[in-house]
């Protein structure tokens, strides 16, 4: 029983180098879509990606299910979601990538038969052959409904496209999440900084204290000075 078990923690051990090898940037992909639940998501998840693949010829849009209208406690939901969606376009030119702002509200996401209509006709409508978002273990609702909304688009587009999870401040909102692909961002690194320091209202430097070591730790895990990391979904699993 002591060599099965093992045997079995060194093949899921090498299966995860294996794993950890993939290319995701060189990969070929033409059109990448990074979902997240509010404006600064993608930014602080997996804008080095964003930023490398779009540096790679890929056409990358940034989708944000909600505007963030509940993201700054003095002012109303109005207010907010005009500040908050001036930060995300000066936060996507700086990336190089496309803004596309859904019809949810920060605080307030739902799942229903409407919703899930609505993310399935986003992803039809522009067509990628890969997606990313929030890892659905999270302790933020509107992380979770996201990447519920995502997944279920995936599966009735008939899997016709590579899906990967993101984490987000892991330890206190993304939780179990194991990673198989890295993506070397240190050439990037701090144009990702720059572009998630646009969203001033979220006070970016406190995000930063979440972000940079996780972007360290996992830079360890693959070698590099730093690395942003991935589940991944491949189109072609059933």
Not at 164 to 173: K, R, W
Not at 188 to 210: F, M
Request: proline fraction near 4%; glycine fraction near 6%.
């Amino acid at each position: 029983m002591k060599r099965i078990l093992s045997l079995t923690v060194l093949s899921f051990l090498l299966g995860g180098i294996a794993l950890a090898q993939v290319n995701l940037v060189n990969a070929g992909y033409r059109k990448a879509l990074f979902i997240g639940a509010h404006p600064d998501d993608n930014e602080s998840c997996a804008g080095g990606t964003m930023i490398l693949l779009q540096q790679n010829g890929c056409e990358v849009v940034s989708v944000y299910l909600t505007s963030g209208e509940a993201g700054i406690p003095d002012k109303s939901h109005d207010e907010a979601a005009a500040i908050r969606r001036k930060e995300l376009a000066e936060a996507c030119l700086i990336m190089g990538v496309r803004p596309l702002l859904m019809t949810q509200i920060d605080g307030a996401t739902e799942i229903n038969a409407e919703r899930y209509k609505e993310m399935l006709q986003v992803i039809e409508e522009e067509k990628p052959d890969v997606v990313f978002t929030h890892w659905p273990i999270d302790s933020h609702r509107d992380h979770r409904i996201c990447s519920v909304l995502v997944l279920d688009a995936w599966r009735q587009s008939g899997k016709n496209f590579d899906l990967y999870y993101y984490e987000a401040e892991t330890g206190m909102q993304s939780k179990n999440f194991i990673p198989e692909v890295y993506v070397n961002i240190d050439p990037v690194v701090e144009t990702k900084h720059e572009a998630l320091r646009k969203h001033v209202s979220q006070n970016p430097e406190d995000i930063l204290e979440w972000h940079s070591p996780m972007e360290i730790f996992r830079g360890r895990e693959s070698e590099c000075p730093r690395a942003e990391a991935f589940v991944m979904l491949h189109k072609t699993k059933q």
